[in-house]
């Protein structure tokens, strides 16, 4: 049984710089969470997708988009790179979750670096 | 405003005795309180959580957490530490934003179990 992938694990891009990142969620699980985690911090909400929509978002600006495919599979997408946007971006898979109250499984991440 | 506090950076504890990673919490309404842990070079990994019921929590790998309501906090325990338990620990609360959920994390506690 799969867990949840990520791809790709590193990743440099230039400010200014626009970045795709994906996800796969374990087998079963419709729900896909995305969070930043900076450098010696706690991870922060993105946003969280259900059936192909964006369900609920953190605080985080408009340059920050997602897409979910029909196979439950994600894609966040990062506009007009920012150097602050250099983090570890995680995805977290869980099964009908309509409000954070069921677990979450977590994949290993992709580390971004704007230069 | 809500959020989570981990007041401790790091806790150094000797193998085989109790161990606590304390977790308290401001939100509104009633917490959903989460526990996970992130070993280098892994993935964040679900220990328990708390959304209702009794107020001690029994989760993964020996770990149990208990929900003060009076005092919001949700402390990590362990009766007996592991050398393996090391890693970095983070609590998490479900709050609701303008009428979106978003699960706010402390910033962790490095856990050290020292032989």
């Known amino acids: 049984d799969a867990g949840v992938t990520q791809s790709p694990t590193h990743l440099i891009k230039t400010r200014g710089q626009q970045v795709t990142l994906r996800c796969s969620p374990k087998?079963?699980?419709?729900?896909v969470s995305w969070y930043q985690q900076a450098l010696g911090q706690g991870p922060q909400f993105i946003f969280q997708?259900?059936?192909?929509?964006?369900?609920q978002r953190g605080n985080f600006p408009d340059r920050f988009s997602g897409h979910q495919f029909p196979n439950y599979s994600s894609e966040l997408n990062v506009n007009a790179l920012l150097l602050g946007d250099s983090a570890l971006y995680l995805c977290?898979?869980?099964?009908?979750?309509?409000?954070?109250?069921?677990?979450?499984?977590f994949g290993p991440g992709t580390r971004l670096l704007v230069l | 405003a809500q959020s989570v506090a981990q007041p401790e950076d790091q806790v150094n504890v000797a193998e085989g005795n109790p161990l606590t990673v304390k977790c308290t919490y401001s939100?509104?309404?009633?917490?959903?309180l989460f526990w996970y842990v992130q070993y280098p070079n892994r993935g964040l990994q679900f220990l328990l959580k708390?959304?209702?019921?009794d107020n001690l929590v029994k989760g993964s790998y020996g770990f149990e957490a208990e929900f003060n309501k009076s005092q919001t906090s949700f402390h990590l325990k362990k009766p007996s530490a592991l050398v393996s338990d090391s890693a970095l620990y983070f609590c998490?609360?479900?709050?609701?934003?303008?009428?979106?959920?978003?699960?706010?994390w402390g910033a962790g506690t490095k856990l050290i179990i020292k032989p």
């Open positions: 977290a898979s869980s099964l009908r979750d309509r409000g954070f109250s069921e677990t979450q499984y």
């Open positions: 087998s079963g699980h419709d729900t």
């Open positions: 997708y259900y059936e192909e929509e964006e369900r």
């Open positions: 939100v509104s309404g009633n917490p959903y």
């Open positions: 708390y959304i209702t019921g």
């Open positions: 998490a609360v479900r709050a609701v934003m303008d009428s979106n959920y978003q699960l706010i």
